[in-house]
């Protein structure tokens, strides 16, 4: 077996620079004994550049490979995320009951002594018609009332709520190319034209005309939908979702603000309409605004006056940007010396921010497994066995958002409730939890993208009926257990005056670094301490 010393990534969007400079970071000392990274691009093909709402595992990944959060934040015109607010998915707009739910990062409360909270509310515990995220956790108040999930004290990545960002998926491409660069990553510009094959099906060499033939030991596919390499060359199979999940286009805008005061939700707004749903995500500058829609349910023109009416006039001279998405993803990401990263291994629609979290998963495991021997099979085997998976469960989790809906008013919601479109691993879940709440043990962990709190958040904000037995309850907690909950509305209402206004902690992370006399100390929240 030849080692790896030479690895080749073909793609340069959020996968190409992304694994680029978490392997350069994993890798670092390997370069004494000669492992080079290159990443080729081509010139000609942009990258997908939307994107913008990430998940909390972003955090942990930015920390890993040395990038400081306010050059990240500053550069890629990012904003806090603590969550999404799900609007008309439970019901269609103008009828009676709650119009939205919120899933926050954080996790429900549970103090030392005091039991899971979660079977009190089921048990109305919390008080009548309070929802689940605003009863057990104090994320949902502190977004609602604009205030960001740390203060300027806490250190990088950390603060009392769990976050993610929105950022500019373009401008994050650029930073992570310079990174990457900064650790030793060399940039080629090459359009990659043919591909050679050695006898045994691997990747003898890559051919470009700027810059001749490039041979590598591990090839890494981010040439996005295009999957050049795994799919236009080494044929692995395509597993479509989209009898589960119908979305198939996209129509993008993206949409100054009045004014650049205007107040920025720290929560990405996901509105459910007759054919699909569309995201609405506050960057410092622009919102970045898109309807993702079922063409076997909706025209292409219809879809476009929806878009229209859910910005209003600020529309009226864009034109949106129309994207084809094809859901699903290749249970062989990885064959012999050639691994797909990015949107090459797969999409899921962007309801819950999947993309750029299955591209972190994917480079950290590569990392782990890494060939060094060239010995690829075992490592391939088990990559595709944990990524298929993970694939897997976040159909489950996505197909939950639709499959609840109370919604009869169009025939995609007809068609996302009807049974035969649930994937019968969902259809056990649920069942189990007519009786019972979802509990860690449902689930292996480290296969999920998602942690058992945001199933249980989305599950009860789409108003899921569990039927609990009474055993299930110890009411000698009773008490304990309303004070606890009447502790999380107080410290809500205290929070207000701990945590910044979202855009003003977002200014300050701006400023942080670029000008030392604005420095911590120095720094005032002006307008917006409550
Ligand atoms: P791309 O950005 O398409 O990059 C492909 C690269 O390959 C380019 O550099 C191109 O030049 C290069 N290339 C292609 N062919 C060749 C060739 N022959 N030779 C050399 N180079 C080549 N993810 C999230 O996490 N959150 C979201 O909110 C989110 N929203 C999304 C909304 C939509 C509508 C879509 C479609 C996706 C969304 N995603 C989201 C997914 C996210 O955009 C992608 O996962 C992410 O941008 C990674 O893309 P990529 O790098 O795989 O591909």
């Known amino acids: 077996m030849k080692k790896v010393n030479q690895i080749l990534i073909v793609g340069g969007g959020t996968a190409g620079w992304l694994t680029a400079a978490f392997l350069a970071k994993h890798l670092a000392s390997q370069r004494d004994y000669g492992i080079q990274i290159r990443l080729v691009e081509s ?3 942009g990258i997908i550049g939307v994107g913008e709402g990430s998940f909390p595992s972003i955090r942990g990944t930015l920390a890993a490979i040395g990038i400081d959060e306010a050059r990240f934040i500053r550069e890629c015109h990012a904003t806090f995320k603590q969550g999404i607010r799900f609007d008309h998915w439970v019901r269609p707009p103008q009828s009676a009951g709650s119009q939205h739910y919120f899933h926050p990062f954080s996790q429900p409360s549970q103090r030392t002594g005091t039991p899971e909270l979660l079977p009190y509310w089921l048990h109305g515990a919390a008080g009548k018609g309070i929802p ?34 929105h950022f500019d998926a373009g401008r994050f491409a650029t930073l992570l190319a310079e990174h990457a660069k900064s650790l030793g990553v060399k940039h080629l510009l090459g359009n990659v034209d043919q591909v050679q094959l050695h006898e045994d099906g691997g990747i003898r060499s890559v051919h470009t005309k700027e810059q001749g033939a490039l041979q590598a030991d591990l090839y890494i596919d981010c040439t996005g939908f295009r999957a050049r390499l795994i799919g236009e060359t080494l044929q692995s199979d395509f597993k479509s979702v989209s009898d589960v999940l119908f979305v198939d286009r996209a129509l993008a805008v993206q949409v100054p603000y009045a004014t650049p005061q205007t107040a920025i939700p720290s929560y990405t707004i996901s509105s459910a309409h007759e054919a699909g749903w569309t995201w609405d995500i506050g960057l410092q500058n622009r919102r970045g605004i898109g309807y993702v829609y079922s063409s076997r349910h909706s025209s292409d023109e219809r879809a476009e006056q929806i878009l229209r009416q859910y910005v209003g006039s600020a529309t009226a001279e864009i034109q949106p940007r129309k994207l084809e998405l094809k859901l699903g993803y290749r249970p062989q990401a990885w064959i012999k010396n050639c691994v797909a990263v990015g949107l090459s291994g797969g999409f899921l629609e962007p309801l819950e921010s999947s993309g750029v979290g299955l591209i972190e998963t994917a480079a950290y495991l590569l990392a782990y497994l890494f060939p060094f021997d060239g010995e690829f099979e075992a490592s391939a085997k088990h990559f595709n066995h944990l990524m298929s998976q993970r694939y897997d469960r976040i159909v489950d989790f996505i197909k939950l958002h639709y499959c609840l809906s109370q919604r009869q008013d169009s025939a995609f919601w007809r068609d996302n409730t009807d049974a035969t479109s649930i994937p019968t691993s969902l259809i056990e879940k649920l069942a189990m939890w007519r009786s019972r709440p979802p509990s860690r043990l449902d689930f292996i962990t480290d296969l999920e993208m998602y942690p058992p709190s945001s199933w249980q958040y989305v599950l009860y904000g789409m108003e899921y009926a569990t039927q609990l037995h009474p055993s299930a309850l110890d009411t000698n907690k009773l008490v304990l257990v309303q004070q606890e909950f009447q502790n999380i509305a107080n410290f809500s209402q205290r929070a207000l005056s701990d945590l910044p206004e979202h855009r003003a902690l977002v200014e300050y ?12 100390k120095t720094f005032s929240y002006g307008r917006v301490m409550a």
């Open 43 to 45: 010139p000609e093909i």
């Open 132 to 165: 689940f995220a605003q009863a057990v956790s104090m994320q949902k108040f502190i977004a609602d009332h604009g205030r960001g999930p740390k203060r300027a004290s806490d250190s990088d990545y950390l603060g009392p709520m769990n976050y993610a960002y």
């Open 509 to 520: 992370y701006c400023q942080k670094g670029q000008n030392t006399t604005n420095s911590k």
